[in-house]
DNA sequence: CACTAACCGGGGGAATCTCTCCGGTTAGGT
DNA sequence: ACCTAACCGGAGAGATTCCCCCGGTTAGTG
């Protein structure tokens, strides 16, 4: 039941192969269809049977594991970065802008940070520091009287998810729609008036195909269906 | 292709009978897992066969139009009362308050509001009386000064669609915690300063539970796997 | 070059879900 | 009470997706 990969015996150079195509097909995969795609699909783009991946990965989970624990890792790093910032508001925002356009720009990375997926250790990791983060900045640009004294880590963490998470239906037709809204909501959390909003404002047609993009966050359904 | 109903011949009485027992049974599961549950649970909760569902009612759409017809319409009331407040950012506030209410409490109604369905005719009246009632207040509001004038109604929709849809995550937690949420997305449409946030924010714990929450909108997934 | 352990992919069982066929049953008028 | 059109529900075809079994193939070694 343990890990399926033995360290001991390096993999035959075929096995060893179709596993960096798996990875790699995954990637691709994962990055426009979120971290939910069908396991088989991934197989097929890789161009092996599907038992080929269940042999080199315990599971969706594994997978995950494998393709973006490097990246999971830089990000923890712009974490560990960006509260070394003196002036934590600064800080707080040039970080949350790298996060979101990370979200912006890949599906899976944003079900990994919007969502509660179990059992990888890397995304857990990262959630903590994550979260160290913003209640580090948080509550250090508080004391600078540049963020509103009521306002907690976990209302930011909230409203963040639940707007991350619909980023991506923004971003089909307006790629850096985003900025707005992430702007929108810092505005809430200061103290003070507010501040000039970057980028234009969807049209009421875009905005139409951003609410449609929300629902289908994942409709496997079955057949014949709509 | 037309309706499946012929208004000449009425139904037969154990037809009509069915027929409520269907709309209640699918208000019931709707409410509590959203509208894309399963058909087949809807007709094994009302009693009859699955055959009957479909002979009633052509598909997904025709049912979802005649659980909610009569609430959105009450809805869509609610909006043009809204409309007639004088001042309006207090008509905003109390509408959307209203609105949230709804979407935290029942889980159908917030797919409804929060993601673009296609094909239900009170649905789509509703979203173009809810446009305009945005609209309307926003721009009055803006007029009076108290909404900041670089906010949009597109925007206003987008934000409110992004948190409505995260805002049955934390009910399981903090049934409540919405007005915190809705109150921190208004204050940063305000021109002026912070006013203080009500309701509790929610404990890192009741967070976590929430964010588990968000990542299961939908997962039918099949079989064995997790 | 021969051998064997590791590896491979197709195919299939099981679980879900949508939607339809068909033989049996029932409501409601005469 | 009888008859017929309307109605009913189980059963199942077809579509997906997860996951594993099994006979054939190949990498790497002596």
Redesign the pocket.
Known sequence: MGSRVEKE?P?????RR?REMLIAAAREIYTDQGVDA????IARRA??????L??RFA??AELIEAVFGDSLRDILRAAEEARSATDAWAGLTAYLERIFGLLAADRGTNDLMTTGIQGVPSLDALRKENHKTLDDLLGRAQEQGKVRPDATAEDLQFMLAALGRAVPGSTVAAPLAWRRYLALLLDGLRPEGSHPLPAPSLTPDQLNAAMLQLGKVRR???????
């Open positions: 015996t993999l035959r150079r075929d096995a179709n069908p396991l088989d699909d161009g092996v049977g599907s038992a080929t269940y042999r599971g969706r496997p359904r079955t057949g014949r269906a709509d």
